[in-house]
């Protein structure tokens, strides 16, 4: 993978990890206090920001093209500020907004769907497309939640979340394409 067309700037004293099977595709910004762990796929004009707090990317993770991930700050009255903590084997989908909140393991946040401060998406729980999580929202284990705001529509059963995995195990395989393909430049 060539670094000319993607920046990874360090702030503050501290420079983005990226494990080196991760697929950063050019046009993406990783900024701070970033940690992307193996497998993950950071598609096509992305921004990972962390001059404030951290982010931090499991495996396996996928984050897709356009979207911005960033976190909060400490403040008085919150001394931690709101890092941004995206588990193993999420789907973040195009043009998503993830902004100081946790994504579980397994995780699904669909294209344009915005997720606000003080959040948590429980393991295989969805926020379908276009929707918002207003802050300190709870999406609890297997729901799909939609609307803006956004609020409970359903249970996931297992067939959904067998296909979210899949999903998964595709954009590993296409991560690897794309970087051997750009390898090749």
């Known amino acids: 993978m060539t670094r ?4 990874i700037i360090s702030v503050n ?3 983005p990890r990226i494990d080196p099977s991760a697929f950063i595709a050019p046009g993406c910004r990783i900024i701070g206090d970033v940690e992307i762990g193996p497998d993950v796929s950071i598609w096509y004009n992305c921004v990972l920001r962390a001059d404030v707090s951290h982010i931090r990317v499991g ?13 909060d700050g400490p403040m008085p009255h919150r001394p931690d500020g709101y890092p941004t903590i995206i588990g193993e084997d999420v789907l973040i989908g195009h043009l998503a907004m993830v902004h100081g909140c946790t994504l579980a393991d397994r995780a699904f946040v669909g294209l344009k769907a915005t997720v606000m401060n003080g959040c948590h998406i429980g393991s295989d729980a969805m926020l379908a497309a276009g ?3 207003t802050e300190h929202k709870e999406i609890p284990s297997r729901e799909l ?5 956004a609020r409970r529509v359903r249970e996931i059963d ?3 979340a067998a296909g979210m995995q899949a999903g998964v195990a595709h954009y590993v395989l296409n991560g690897r394409m794309h970087k051997a393909a750009i390898e090749e430049r």
Request: hydrophobic share 40%.
């Open 13 to 15: 004293g501290k420079t």
């Open 59 to 71: 495996a396996r993770s996928n984050i897709q093209d356009g979207s911005i991930v960033h976190c």
């Open 145 to 149: 939640w939609a609307g803006a705001p």
């Open 131 to 133: 929707a918002l999580l």
């Open 158 to 160: 297992d067939a959904q």
């Open 4 to 7: 000319s067309d993607i920046s």
